[in-house]
């Protein structure tokens, strides 16, 4: 058995142990023959996902506001019927269940070299309600169309591309109970040079 400090990734449990440092038998232990191979295999795409977009390796903290005059904003968090939530939204039960939207060409970063990142958008659905929910798509405002990446109903992500199921703004999906799904809209390079 390898000897190591991890493996939430694995579904490892250290059998209810919160801090199994000080630990050195079983319980800290990870045996990667009872491995949890399709969690595994499902947290290295969340990861090499992240890796290749920057919009989720953000340094700069979001405004809710438009970079530049005439565009949407960095980011966006809508009801489950497609409209904007608002202030008072978030005292209600419902608010447990929400969209957000994030606009790759809202990130406020520069390379060293001093050129703007821009990363394609993603629409995050997060439903905590213990029931199914339909969720209406935001305007073609934020986007005309989408592609699901990541459902974790289904325990598996999505390879990005012509795999994933597609959705056109304004369409309504019906996300399971406690799962998030992830939209994602592809920025043409023509677009990011303009």
């Not at 990667?32 to 947290?43: N, V």
Request: net charge negative.
């Amino acid at each position: 058995m390898l000897r190591r400090q991890c493996g939430d990734e694995l579904s490892r449990t250290q059998q209810g142990n919160n801090n199994a440092y000080c630990q050195d038998n079983e319980i800290s232990w990870l045996d990667w023959d009872k491995a949890d191979q399709q969690l595994l295999a499902f947290t290295q795409k969340l990861i090499e996902l992240r890796r290749r977009h920057p919009v989720f390796r953000r340094r700069k903290w979001f405004r809710g506001q438009p970079v530049k005059d005439g565009e949407i904003e960095d980011i966006a968090w809508f009801k489950f019927d497609g409209e904007h939530m608002q202030e008072e939204d978030w005292q209600h039960s419902y608010a447990k269940s929400f969209g957000v939207f994030i606009n790759g060409r809202g990130m406020r970063s520069r390379t060293s070299l001093g050129v703007q990142v821009f990363d394609d958008s993603f629409y995050i659905i997060f439903n905590s309600y213990n029931g199914y929910i339909d969720y209406k798509l935001p305007s073609k405002e934020y986007a005309e169309d989408w592609v699901k990446v990541l459902d974790t109903s289904k325990g598996k992500v999505i390879t990005e591309g012509n795999e994933g199921e597609r959705f056109k703004a304004g369409d309504t999906i019906t996300v399971h109970d406690m799962s998030i799904l992830l939209l994602h809209h592809a920025i043409l390079k023509h677009e990011q040079l303009e």
